[in-house]
């Protein structure tokens, strides 16, 4: 079986910003030592999907440097991780939504001519075998299956819902926030909302996006218009999420999904990974989530004496990272970083090479790349003049962009 796994990374991801503000979305680090697109990678890699194509648009030089430097298969193979900027093939312009990117790209399907094409999402934080899924999808028969994750009714209106027919396979409708759901056969308190992750007959794929293309009324979005295209050709199926069974896991972080599209749902799905018994568990070997690790000594903790002590408490230390007589307690400190004598950092995300001074304090914070926080400085105290500063979000978070210059 021919299968051509392609990864949409173009997004530009404007409510993460400032984290986007020099990166794409699928670039921007997560954990500590990972990026986002890592978890979709890995979960391909994982079920053995090896021939993988990664469409970019948005500044997307880091996020290419990170596939080319760390996601290096065997060429000999015939293996690869291959990340494709925009090339206007087609014309003087760029991707007008995920169909067209697709649609731009077909000479990558023709090259591979495989039977069946994957098109999964580069930005979501789960794992999922996706061979699982491609096994559903050929058994049925359908020309498209479409993942999906049970939410409860009453979220209905912040997603793309997912209606079936009565036996709960069959996909009758595809309808974004709707206000009016009907609950699904089997829990009509739960709908289902897609994830973004589509399995695609190569030819059902190439038909669609080519009538796609010449619809001038058209979005050229999968969710918007491919789907509901082949919705109403009665050819498209759902895949419960929930029958997903990834090895080494358990039943406490199966069918763990989190769209970290926003700042808090970003830093919400942090402070999940440093509590005693997380719902995503990052440990688990027999999924290993891949990336690249910088050539970094181990984390040190320096300082045994009276107030000056360098400890970390409930937190995820990266290596590189330095704790001089400081204390992290629920944070991550990602590589590179350091903690100068008597400061504290609490419930806060640091990324790589951040150094933070002498006695300063950070709270609830998400402070990214380079940023030096100042002797005595204080951040998250006074959220009316972290405002003027920086990013504060809805839930009260700072937010400090890679490389910003902080006064105390």
Do not use: C
């Amino acid at each position: 079986m021919r299968v051509l796994a392609i990864v949409l990374a173009g997004g530009e991801g404007k409510r993460l910003m400032p984290l986007t503000a020099d990166r794409a979305k699928p670039a921007v680090p997560f954990g500590g030592i990972y990026r986002l697109i890592d978890f979709v990678l890995s979960n391909l890699a994982n079920g053995h999907y090896l021939k993988i194509v990664v469409l970019t648009q948005y500044k997307n030089h880091s996020l290419d440097r990170h596939i080319s430097s760390t996601w290096r298969l065997s060429a000999m193979l015939g293996n690869y991780v291959t990340p494709v900027p925009a090339q206007q093939r087609l014309g003087p312009h760029w991707f007008s939504g995920s169909a067209d990117a697709l649609f731009q790209n077909l000479n990558l399907v023709y090259d591979e001519m495989p039977e069946h094409v994957i098109v999964f999402g580069a930005d979501h934080i789960y794992r999922m075998d996706p061979r699982q899924m491609v096994e559903q999808h050929i058994d049925s028969g359908a020309e498209v299956t479409v993942a999906a994750i049970r939410q409860p009714l009453s979220l209905a209106d912040q997603f793309g819902v997912i209606e079936t027919d009565p036996a709960g396979r069959r996909i009758v409708a595809f309808r974004e926030k709707p206000k009016d759901a009907v609950g699904l056969p089997d829990a009509p308190d739960q709908v289902y909302a897609s994830m973004g992750n589509y399995v695609f007959k190569t030819q059902a794929m190439i038909d669609a996006l080519r009538e796609d293309a010449l619809d001038p009324t058209s979005k050229h979005d999968l969710g918007g218009n491919i789907i509901p295209m082949m919705v109403k050709a009665g050819s498209a199926e759902v895949y419960d999420f929930a029958d997903n069974v990834v090895p080494g896991s358990t039943e406490r972080d199966r069918g763990y999904w989190r769209d970290v599209g926003t700042l808090d749902a970003y830093y919400e799905a942090h402070m999940d990974l440093i509590s005693a018994h997380p719902v995503f568990n990052l440990y688990n070997d027999r999924w290993p989530i891949y990336t690249g690790h910088p050539p970094l000594p181990p984390a040190k903790f320096v300082h045994n004496t009276g107030d000056r002590v360098g400890r970390a408490v409930d937190s995820l230390v990266s290596p590189g990272v330095i704790v001089s007589g400081g204390l992290a307690e629920r944070s991550i400190l990602s590589p590179g970083v350091v903690l100068h004598s008597h400061s504290v950092v609490e419930d806060s995300v640091l990324m790589d090479s951040v150094k933070v001074g002498r006695g300063a304090i950070v709270r609830k914070a998400i402070i990214d790349k380079n940023v030096v926080i100042p002797d005595g400085a204080r951040i998250g105290f006074d959220l009316e003049h972290d405002r003027s500063r920086f990013a504060v979000t809805k839930g009260g978070i700072v937010v400090i962009g890679k490389n910003e210059v902080i006064d105390r």
